[in-house]
């Protein structure tokens, strides 16, 4: 007498991943998860406005729930592995439906963060790889101190070329996060069109703000408004 294997919560999992709407609906969640930290992110870099003291109280805020904090990465480091994997799958996806390329390809519907998607994701990972060696591991200059989190900012950013790298990651960031956040509501089926216009212009001024608070930290440093 032949076994009949009976569905488990894993089988459903991976059913659901391999369809195009359990990829769409990983790629949205795990955005939003990673949306979440960068407007932590955010309002954690911009006390650096406020000195030295309220800074470094921060971080070492953080570090006293090792812990927590450890999780927290480990969680943000699934969300961007699930989110690139999704994103890769879901290209090749659209790739293999449509092998031959239009002859003529017409843009005019399509944002240039849109059509930017794909190879400034990449772009920002390689900011993000680095961002951690530098600040996180301290492993790019040997004038960082741990715990000095806000004389380890100025000295980074008082480099030309590493502010410049910032800015135009985030500037990149910002383009992918306005498509992101637009596409998030679409792929989940929450978008309704008689709001798309207006979710679509929020998207964009989200982008946008977290794009400029980002980039007037290094600016600021370069400006000697933050300075040792």
Same mark, same amino acid.
């Given at each position: ?51 030295? *003291?309220?800074?470094? &109280? ?5 570090? !006293?729930? +090792?812990?927590? $904090? ?5 969680? %943000? ?31 005019? *519907?399509?944002?240039? &963060? ?5 190879? !400034?994701? +990449?772009?920002? $990972? ?5 961002? %951690? ?96």
């Amino acid at each position: 007498m032949s076994s009949i294997a009976l569905p488990t919560p894993l089988s459903h999992a991976y059913r659901f991943w391999q369809t195009t709407v359990g990829k769409k609906a990983i790629m949205a969640t795990t955005g939003v998860v990673l949306f979440g930290f960068v407007l932590g992110h955010l309002v954690g870099n911009l006390q650096a406005f406020e000195g030295r *003291a309220k800074l470094d &109280a921060y971080g070492a805020l953080l570090r !006293s729930f +090792p812990l927590e $904090l450890y999780a927290v990465r480990l969680v %943000l480091l699934l969300c961007v592995t699930l989110h690139i994997v999704t994103t890769v799958q879901l290209a090749l996806l659209k790739s293999r439906a449509r092998p031959v390329g239009y002859v003529k390809k017409n843009n005019a *519907a399509a944002s240039y &963060a849109s059509r930017t998607m794909y190879w !400034s994701g +990449p772009i920002v $990972l390689a900011f993000i790889i680095y961002h %951690l060696a530098q600040f996180t591991f301290l492993y790019t200059d040997p004038r960082y101190v741990e715990g000095r989190i806000y004389d380890n900012l100025v000295l980074g950013f008082q480099n030309y070329w590493i502010s410049g790298f910032y800015i135009v990651s985030m500037i990149l960031l910002g383009m992918h996060l306005s498509h992101g956040i637009w596409s998030m509501f679409q792929s989940v089926g929450i978008l309704s069109p008689a709001y798309a216009p207006l979710m679509k212009r929020t998207a964009q001024v989200l982008a946008i703000v977290i794009t400029v608070g980002f980039i007037s930290i290094p600016v600021a440093v370069l400006a000697g408004v933050i300075h040792l």
